[in-house]
Structures are given as C-alpha cells and as structure tokens.
C-alpha cells in the first residue's frame, strides 16, 4: 500500500538513532588513539545501522517514491554487516596481527556479487516497477524473487560471521585466562556484551522475516520492533562503549588509573600465545616430558605456597616464570598437562585458600569483605566472590556465617 510523506512517532524516532549513529561514527573516527583497525571497523558498523534506519525512515514516510532504485543498493549492504562484525572482533582481539596471510578482501566478495545483481536489476527493471515492488502486495516476479534471494543470503552471511565472532572471543578468553591471573580491563567484556546484542537483533530479525511469511503480511509490529532494537542498539554503544578501554580513547586518556601502554602490553602478550589454541599440538614438540613436568609442578607449587606471588593482584604467567626462572611454556605446561587448569584458576585457588585464611582469622571481627579480597590478591570484589563461589561452593557472606555457627557450637 503506498505511503503518504508524513513524519510518524515511529520515524521520528528512526531519524533520531540515525542522528546519534552519525555522531558515534564522528567521534570512533576522530580518535587518535587505541586500536585504531577496530575503531575504524566499529565506525563501519554504526554507518550500516545508520543506512538500515534511513532505509526504513524512507519506506516509512514515502520518500522511496522519489528514489525508489536506492532499494536495489540496500539490499547489497546486508552483506557487509556480517564482516563488519568479524573483523571488528577480530581487530579488538588483535587476531589479525598474527597472520599477514589472512587478507580482508576475501570477507567481501559476497557484497561484490551481490551489489553486481543489485545493479542488474537496476537496470533490468524501471522505477514504476521498484515503487510497486516497495509499496504494493505484489511486484515484478523477477524482482520479488530477487530481492528474497538477497534477504536470505545476507541472513546466512550475518549469521555465520556472529558465530565465527562469537568463536574469537571465547579463543581470547582462553588465552587471556592462560597467561593472567586477572580478567579485569581485559577480559573485552564489552565486545562480548557488544555480540549479545547484535545476536540478539539478529534473532528479532529472523522472528520478523519468520513471522511475516507465517502470517503471510509486512510492515507488521515485528519489523517495526527490530527497527526500534537498532535504534536502542546504537544508544547503548554511545552509553557502554567508553566505558571500554580499547574503544573511544583520546590521546592521553586514561580509565581507572588503567595506562595505555600496559593495556598495549597485555594484548601483546595474548597476542605471542595464540598458536595454543590446542593444548595437544601446544605441547606436542615440547623437551619437557609429563614426569618433568609432575616434578616441576611439585617445585610450582612449593613456590606459591612460601612466597605467596599470587598476592600480586596483576600477576602474569610469564611474571611468574621469571620468579621461578622457568621458561613460560614450560610453566604453563606443567599447569595445563597435570594440574588440568588454566593460569586463571591455578593462580586465584590460592587466593581464595588465602582469603579463607583470613576470614577464618578475623574470628567474629566484622572485617570488610572488600578488604579480605584485595589482602588476597584480587582486583575487584565481583572477581573474589565469583571465584570464592566457584571454589567453595559459598559465598564469603556463607563461608562466614558457617565459621561462626561452627565456633558457636
């Protein structure tokens, strides 16, 4: 049915997200420092999400009527949503780094064939046709079926790029979680809070294409509901995204008392262990053997419990290699292969011994909770009662309590 040229609350609305992504995309743009590749690739994305809402602002409001061939083009720019996506986590992970081999073209071939059919059917078919294809129930077939080959196919390219972004940052987790004691500033909280979101419009969007072929209708609820999810995804990135350290630095900015430079350095460090995707093949060509190792592990563990370097609350593996003088692969050998943990809960197993010392200590003292942490080793009082939990089963609250029903008895 055609549209009047009219401004609705919901087009308002639309313009208004359209606005803050343009101003989002300014400022990841005129940032001078940071991970520059993923600002850029974040900027990328904003535009997409910009394009997509005057997209919908223009269907809405008939102002397709006056250039209606610009559907052809839109419906190309599905496929560039997906790598947008990949490349940004990609880059955020510095994954890319690591592999000159791994080109970017080859992410946007999809986009080239589909923008090649988008001009075919520019000049294949006339904007009368384009206008009814937009407007009426029932366009040109050769059009209809066209531009649901391209809605499909841009679905299946943004899906698979969600779970190869989603398999990137679970990767990061790993390695971060093999060479830190610590998660805190760079652990990409954000990037993974970031892909929930996009997975989640991703899901609405398929509800909505689902539902309209169900109900056999369009430009129902759903699809407005999706439109609205954009706008609300791009307001939380302005709201969250400068929270995160890698993303919206200024030069000179510091979050947290967090330095630039050391987070440079922990991404470095990520960076030199990511062929230990695979413990197997990491340790497959080591001289260390596994009874080395079990010995090893014996002399690791004495370590920790006399000198206590888990009480530094920014431990690394290789800070903790250089204490024992071991090679770091070797150390996180003998921790992987016999203890099978990762560098993350070795470490932060003895800080919660330690905490448990402590609060068994304090006896009937009210100590403050968030000080037994820090006394432990940890950053934040999230992390000590998330690994506490995971340990011992309690809370410190319960952990507390059950000591003083024990002395009480």
Do not use: C
């Not at 073209?105 to 206008?131: C, K, M, N, S, Y």
């Not at 250089?322 to 050998?333: A, E, G, K, R, T």
């Not at 940890?378 to 995971?390: C, M, P, Q």
């Amino acid at each position: 049915m055609l549209e009047d040229q009219t401004i609705t609350l919901f087009s308002a609305v639309l313009l208004l997200g359209a606005v803050q992504g343009a101003f989002l995309i300014f400022l990841v743009l005129g940032l001078r420092r940071g991970n520059r590749p993923a600002n850029l690739f974040l900027a990328s994305l904003l535009l997409l999400f910009v394009v997509d809402l005057l997209d919908e602002f223009s269907l809405t409001t008939g102002y397709y009527l006056n250039f209606p061939l610009l559907v052809a083009v839109n419906l190309a720019l599905d496929f560039l949503l997906g790598p947008a996506i990949y490349l940004y986590t990609r880059a955020m992970t510095r994954q890319e780094a690591s592999s000159r081999k791994d080109r970017l073209w080859p992410h946007f071939i999809p986009f080239g064939i589909a923008l090649i059919i988008a001009l075919t059917l520019v000049f294949q078919f006339t904007p009368d046709e384009f206008r009814q294809h937009i407007y009426a129930e029932e366009g040109p077939l050769g059009l209809d079926l066209a531009s649901a080959l391209m809605t499909i196919g841009g679905l299946i390219s943004i899906g698979y790029y969600l779970i190869a972004s989603l398999r990137l940052l679970v990767q990061h987790r790993r390695l971060i979680q093999n060479r830190f004691s610590y998660l805190e500033r760079i652990s990409l909280s954000w990037l993974r809070n970031l892909l929930l979101v996009l997975a989640s419009l991703y899901f609405v969007y398929l509800s909505a294409i689902g539902i309209d072929l169900w109900l056999d209708r369009t430009d129902q609820w759903e699809d407005r509901l999706l439109y609205v999810a954009i706008v609300g995804a791009i307001y939380l990135i302005g709201i969250f995204g400068i929270r995160q350290p890698t993303v919206f630095r200024y030069r000179g900015q510091s979050k947290n008392g967090t330095d630039v430079a050391r987070q440079d350095e922990v991404l470095r460090l990520v960076e030199s262990d990511e062929s230990a995707d695979i413990e197997e093949e990491k340790y497959r060509k080591s001289a260390l053997s596994y009874t080395q190792s079990v010995d090893l592990l014996v002399e690791i563990e004495r370590y920790m419990v006399e000198e206590r370097p888990y009480l530094d609350n920014q431990l690394s593996l290789p800070e903790l290699a250089s204490q024992l003088s071991l090679s770091p692969n070797w150390l996180s050998q003998a921790i992987n292969e016999v203890k099978k943990v990762n560098f993350f809960d070795f470490v932060n197993a003895y800080r919660v011994e330690e905490a448990q010392r402590l609060l068994a200590q304090a006896g009937e003292a009210k100590v403050n909770i968030l000080d037994i942490a820090m006394a432990s080793g940890f950053n934040s009082k999230s992390a000590f009662y998330t690994a506490f939990k995971k340990f011992t089963g309690l809370t410190p609250s319960q952990f507390r309590r059950s000591l003083e029903q024990s002395h009480g008895q």
